[in-house]
């Protein structure tokens, strides 16, 4: 058995080998997955357009799979839209976007998975396994994987009922019945939270432990399926720049894993659809809290209307609109004006009215200067 992760010809992602020379009899002895030139004349024969556009034996068009498809992706929203969100002090009427972006994130991950499953049936060789993948993580493994170098591993095969501490479930085991291969698949719809943190070490880790075990546990759970190779893959929905080096793969690439061409390009079109459906959503939540926000801005206003008190002045977040001198002067005239309508007995009631329909207690409103601090004048 060996334990590989998988590999391309245009790069290797941690590729576990014994020596060059063992390496060397094995290319001689088997092809390699995904070797250029290998059954060329079935792939002719197997499609009808020209062999330099193909790369695999098998494909398959978006036209053929749309329907299956979209109602992949109708099921998605309505499991979206289902979901119940919970009040929140915090978010207040925007509780439900909130809800929609936290549902979005998990729904693509299980929409990508369903998807991989539904293409991988033009590849007639290619079994998906999508349910009870729980996988031990063998103690044994652990160790081994801690204490030595992955390429040093090769050919370690382990009990799958040994000791373990604790499990891993990937999102997919895809096994080529043909090479006798199985690939470990873990489907992110984004890698861009993983950057600065241990979490990518710590799944290569598990995944790799797994490898280990997998050729045992497909033999008790799967009716005898027997592999002789595992690969493992970290496949990121969102297509950025790949490293093979370490294990990533963009989702652009997957024609490789399935050898089926045409994948990918079945991918891209799946997550444009949906987030075009996604986006509408958002949209019209967005409207929802926006509208409820304004209807209350407009009660309150009418009931500040309606009462006794002064609406306050408006603050300037970006700093005082005029200088020192003209606010200085502002104030002045505002006294002048106070000076002028404590005058008002004088004058009589034959021009003002009665002084005491007047409110002399109302406060006046005051500018405030709200912005950057500034450094204090010198005395």
Same mark, same amino acid.
């Given at each position: 058995? &060996?334990?590989?992760?998988?590999?391309?010809?245009?790069?290797?992602?941690?590729?576990?080998?014994?020596?060059?020379?063992?390496?060397?009899?094995?290319?001689?002895?088997? &092809?390699?997955?995904?070797?250029?030139?290998?059954? *060329?004349?079935?792939?002719?024969?197997?499609?009808?357009?020209?062999?330099?556009?193909?790369?695999?034996?098998?494909?398959? /068009?978006?036209?053929?799979?749309?329907?299956?498809?979209?109602?992949?992706?109708?099921?998605?929203?309505?499991?979206?839209?289902?979901?119940?969100?919970?009040? @929140?002090?915090?978010?207040?009427?925007?509780?439900?976007?909130?809800? #929609?972006?936290?549902?979005?994130?998990?729904?693509?991950?299980? +929409?990508?998975?369903?998807?991989?499953?539904?293409?991988?049936?033009?590849?007639?060789?290619?079994?998906?396994? *999508?349910?009870?993948?729980?996988?031990?993580?063998?103690?044994?493994?652990?160790?081994? +994987? &801690?204490?030595?170098?992955?390429?040093?591993? %090769?050919?370690?095969?382990?009990?799958?009922?040994?000791?373990?501490?604790?499990?891993?479930?990937?999102?997919?085991?895809?096994?080529?019945?043909?090479?006798?291969?199985?690939?470990? +698949?873990?489907?992110?719809?984004?890698?861009?939270?993983?950057? %600065? *943190?241990?979490?990518?070490?710590?799944?290569?880790?598990?995944?790799?432990?797994?490898?280990?075990?997998?050729?045992?546990? #497909?033999?008790?759970?799967?009716?005898?399926?027997?592999?002789?190779?595992?690969?493992?893959?970290?496949?990121?929905?969102?297509?950025?720049?790949?490293?093979?080096?370490?294990?990533?793969?963009?989702?652009?690439?997957?024609?490789?894993?399935?050898?089926?061409?045409?994948?990918?390009?079945?991918?891209?079109? #799946?997550?444009?659809?949906?987030? /075009?459906?996604?986006?509408?959503?958002?949209?019209?939540?967005?409207?929802?809290?926006?509208?409820?926000?304004?209807?209350?801005?407009?009660?309150?206003?009418?009931?500040?209307?309606?009462?006794?008190?002064?609406?306050?002045?408006?603050?300037?977040?970006?700093?005082?609109?005029? *200088?020192?001198?003209? @606010?200085?002067?502002?104030?002045?005239?505002?006294? @002048?004006?106070? /000076?002028?309508?404590?005058?008002?007995?004088?004058?009589?009631?034959?021009?003002?009215?009665?002084?005491?329909?007047?409110?002399?207690?109302?406060?006046?409103?005051?500018?405030? /200067?709200?912005?950057?601090?500034?450094?204090?004048?010198?005395?």
């Amino acid at each position: 058995m &060996s334990t590989n992760t998988i590999s391309v010809p245009y790069g290797e992602v941690l590729r576990s080998i014994i020596n060059t020379a063992e390496a060397a009899a094995a290319a001689a002895s088997r &092809s390699r997955p995904f070797a250029f030139g290998r059954n *060329t004349v079935q792939a002719v024969a197997s499609v009808h357009e020209p062999a330099v556009l193909r790369r695999h034996p098998h494909l398959v /068009r978006f036209a053929d799979v749309e329907a299956d498809l979209d109602l992949l992706i109708d099921r998605a929203i309505a499991a979206i839209v289902d979901g119940d969100p919970t009040e @929140d002090e915090i978010l207040g009427h925007y509780v439900n976007i909130a809800s #929609l972006v936290r549902a979005v994130s998990f729904r693509e991950g299980k +929409l990508l998975e369903q998807a991989v499953d539904r293409l991988a049936k033009a590849n007639p060789n290619v079994l998906v396994l *999508t349910q009870s993948l729980k996988l031990p993580l063998v103690k044994a493994a652990m160790e081994a +994987l &801690s204490g030595n170098d992955w390429t040093s591993l %090769d050919g370690v095969k382990l009990d799958c009922e040994a000791p373990a501490k604790g499990s891993y479930t990937p999102d997919l085991i895809v096994v080529n019945r043909a090479r006798h291969t199985a690939y470990i +698949l873990d489907l992110k719809r984004s890698l861009a939270s993983y950057g %600065d *943190t241990s979490r990518l070490e710590e799944l290569k880790m598990k995944m790799m432990a797994s490898a280990m075990v997998l050729p045992d546990w #497909l033999y008790k759970n799967y009716k005898r399926l027997m592999v002789d190779t595992v690969e493992v893959a970290i496949v990121d929905g969102a297509s950025r720049p790949s490293d093979h080096a370490n294990g990533v793969w963009a989702l652009s690439e997957i024609d490789d894993l399935l050898e089926i061409d045409g994948v990918a390009a079945c991918m891209a079109e #799946l997550r444009r659809r949906f987030g /075009r459906r996604v986006q509408q959503l958002l949209e019209v939540e967005a409207r929802k809290a926006i509208g409820v926000n304004e209807q209350v801005v407009t009660v309150a206003a009418e009931e500040v209307g309606h009462s006794s008190v002064p609406i306050p002045s408006q603050i300037n977040l970006n700093g005082p609109g005029r *200088t020192f001198e003209e @606010d200085q002067a502002a104030r002045l005239g505002e006294d @002048d004006l106070a /000076r002028d309508d404590r005058t008002c007995d004088d004058l009589g009631a034959d021009v003002f009215g009665p002084c005491d329909e007047i409110e002399d207690d109302a406060p006046t409103p005051v500018f405030f /200067r709200v912005g950057y601090a500034r450094r204090p004048a010198a005395h």
